[in-house]
């Protein structure tokens, strides 16, 4: 057994308790069948991640759940790793190169990977790292990366099992592209925001020179790719225009007036221009047309194509094209309006829809299964709102380009043969083309979208496409434990992933959890300056604190404000089980543990009852993920059941063994969510079998109805709510701690030396006092309580303070009605000032009855 110090210190105990539990094997999965298993798999953070407080909650959850899986015999595993995350860690190290005056294409392809990988071995395992400060009691013999071999061979093996089956295909379609990463993006990497911008309405020459038509845009330099204008085919308005032309302006090229039902009649004008290669809709419209595609912007949204205005940036040439039409008289107007943009969530920057040729996967045959399985309640959401969220964007979703121009990621497993155009897709890279058997094939320059590989993490953590034990015992996994803003980008994917390659749901559940923000609700950024290092609050007050901090008060799903001050009163919480458990080992040396259910009073009774409703809410809490809900209950009885009262009972009325116990299914049942002084105090008591014992494997507390004593309950909180009352009346008196008196009591009996010693009392008296005049008096629910004022104060000096009170008070009354009674004061007066003073008189008269009294 360690002995506790004075005062507990986490930097000294945290990192010697974390290393004690490593070298011990506690954290390591084991396949058992004889155990029902329990499995989670770390959302991956990005390689290029520092802990921030989304990653502190995020995990802080999961361990919460895994350590009281594991307390409760489940076969328990918790799976960490990282993400290779494409695009960051590409501009993370393309911004390293940029300071040596280079490019990636200074380097060439090889080079530059390797330059990646070594940035990867260097700071790739910093967040793992710092997820160890927390607790995490992760396998991390099992840790993973999502460009790991055997990761490498699942997704090999997945795009061309879905190639084989037609659902992964290379198209020419439209797909948003950024700019600034130059990449295509799906649908679920863009972030949607309002922002005021303008609508312009431009005039198209009819050819004929019989007039115009006029159109409405927001993006003016894409009319320079416009193909037709459209109109409804029920618009009489333009029927007889349906067939005709006019005259793209500034390009003078004649382009056709189609009719198509995409176009609202009652919209605008109703007419609207058609760009098939910049727009979703107009690209669908085209093809139903077909239209010519033109493209009319790079890679780096410069014009191409558009004659003059080729090579200007997107916005110049916006500039230019304005004021050219202007200086024809063919900008009809420009009207402010705000409208939803398209931005890239990595970089923030505008993205822009364009026709490129990608890869993709259809995604209508695997969001069916997807679908089922959550209506039929095989898998849930907590909260289960979301599930509504899912399903709608399910629902909805449209084919998934899962294409990257980047370098750094998975790359395409697909080859392009230079003679006859046929593609080969393989397992094993090919030699030769397999239709014309030449070997003048090149490999598809793109790699697969980040989330791609990480859809399948379920699976390829435990060893797929082998069929292990691993996978066998862990899969589906329990829970996941991901934020809401990657239910699209990760969730939904990972469940259609595991319908289809492992035909199960890849998780029982998703336990959705909201975002943290600061103290005023606002969302943590750089630009504000108000984020939050969560290894600087580990420092300063412990992980336990800030585990705390982040579980109570939060629910599912929902956003928690993080206050730092409350890392204070929780590092006081554990300074408080601290010192309790220090009294409790002093108090039991030398003294018999023996469990004596034969000698427990009332209050072990009561102790014992309220530990074993305590435990069995805690294990509902956690059952039904209300982690935070089970948090505030242990903090309520540990602080104020445990050690307000029963220590202080014990002063007096001291059972050793129920002490000790209660104390250690205290330890247990707190441990998940503050591991490390739980552990560090298992191991100064008597409870610890020795050098191998821990904690972190005991047996998690159940409820146990043997251990229900209502009576004892009864009893105690009658006692409890008098000393409460008695205490209450000595501070209104402002009576000093030391000073004791009688206490009378009616109605009630109590064990007179617990209530002499928590009451302050020189002696308790069950009867009521024969000078009730000469007592102040408090009732509770079930008894009455006096205490003799002469005893607490000195009398002479308190009818004399009285005695001026009341002469001040009757003043004041005098005064007050005096006004009261000035008729032309009521009838000038605003309304509410006279209330106020009618509300000041009736308080006056109050606290002269009361001074009377």
Known sequence: MRELPKTYDP???????????????????????????????????????????????????QDI?????????????????????????????????RKEGKTRFDLGRDAFLERVWEWKRKYGS????????????????????????????????????????????????????????????????????????????????????SGYLTVATTRPETMLGDSAVAVNPSDERYSHLVGKSVTLPLMNREIPIIADDYVEQDFGTGCVKITPCHDPNDFEVGLRHDLPQILVLDEHAH???????????????????????????????????????????????????????????????????AIEVVRDGRMKFVPERFSKTYLNW???????????????????????????????????????????????????????????????WPFEVFGWPE?????????????????????????????????????????????IHGMVRDDQGRKMSKSLGNGVDPQEVIDAYGADALRMNIVVGTSPGSDMRFIPAKCESFRNFANKLWNAAR?????????????????????????????????????????????????????????????????????????????????????KLLHPFMPFITEEIWQSLPLCTGDTDALMIQAYPIRDDAENFPDAEASTESLIRAVRAIRNLRAEKNVPPGKRSTVYVQGAQFDAAILTRLAFASEVVFAAPPNIAECVQATTEDCTLWLPLAELVDLDAERQRVAKERERTLAEIEKLRAKLANTEFIAKAPAAVVAAERSKLASAEALLTRLGE
């Not at 015992?473 to 994917?493: D, L, Q």
Request: charged share 25%; with cysteine; hydrophobic share 40%.
């Open 11 to 61: 930097r000294e105990t945290e990192p010697r308790i974390y290393k004690r539990w490593l070298d011990g094997g506690y954290f390591t999965g084991v396949v058992d069948t004889a155990k029902p298993p329990f499995s989670i798999v770390i959302p991956p953070p990005n390689v290029t991640n520092q802990l921030h407080l989304g990653h502190a909650l995020d995990n802080t959850l």
């Open 65 to 97: 759940l895994t350590r009281w899986k594991r307390m409760q015999g489940f076969g328990v595993i918790w799976v960490p790793g990282t993400d290779h995350a494409g695009i960051a860690t590409q501009i993370k190290v393309e911004e390293e190169l």
């Open 126 to 209: 910093r967040i793992i790292e710092q997820l160890k400060l927390l607790g995490s009691s992760a396998d991390w013999s099992r840790e993973r990366f999502t460009m790991d071999d055997g990761c490498s061979a699942a997704v090999r093996e997945v795009f061309v099992r879905l190639y084989e089956k037609g659902l992964i295909y290379q198209g020419n379609r439209i797909i948003n592209w950024c700019p600034s990463c130059t990449t295509a993006l799906s649908d679920a990497e863009v972030e949607h925001e309002e922002r005021d911008g303008n609508l312009w309405h431009i005039r198209y020459p009819l050819s004929d020179g």
């Open 303 to 369: 014009v191409i194509n558009g004659g003059e205005y080729n090579g200007l940036e997107r916005y110049e040439a916006r500039k230019r094209i304005l004021a050219d039409l202007t200086a024809l008289g063919l900008l009809e107007r420009t009207e402010t309006r705000s409208h939803n943009v398209g931005e890239c969530y990595r970089c923030g920057t505008t993205v822009e829809p364009i026709t490129s040729k990608q890869w993709f996967v259809k995604m209508a045959p695997l969001a069916e299964p």
């Open 394 to 456: 399910m629902e909805n979703v449209r084919d998934w380009c899962i294409s990257r121009q980047l370098w750094w990621g998975h790359q395409i497993p697909a080859w392009h043969c230079r003679d006859c155009g046929h593609v080969t897709v393989s397992r094993a890279d090919p030699d030769k083309c397999e239709h014309c058997g030449n070997a003048n094939i090149e490999r598809d320059p793109d790699v697969l979208d980040t989330w791609f590989s990480s859809a399948l």
């Open 467 to 511: 069929r292990t034990p691993e996978l066998d015992y862990w899969y589906p996994t329990s829970v996941v434990c991901p934020g809401y803003e990657i239910i699209f980008f990760w969730v939904a994917r990972m469940i259609f992933s595991g319908m289809e390659h492992m035909g199960d749901v890849p998780f029982r559940t998703a336990f």
């Open 583 to 667: 009294f409790v080992l002093m108090q039991i040396d030398g003294k018999s543990t023996e469990w004596n259910p034969a000698s427990f009073s009332e209050l072990d009774r009561w102790i014992l009852s309220k530990l074993n409703r305590v435990v069995g809410e805690v294990n509902a809490n956690l059952e039904g993920f209300e982690l935070g809900i089970a948090a505030e209950k242990l903090y309520s009885f540990v602080w104020d059941d445990f050690c307000d009262w029963y220590i202080e009972f014990s002063k007096a009325r001291l059972n050793a063994g129920v002490l000790l116990f209660t104390l250690g299914e205290i330890l």
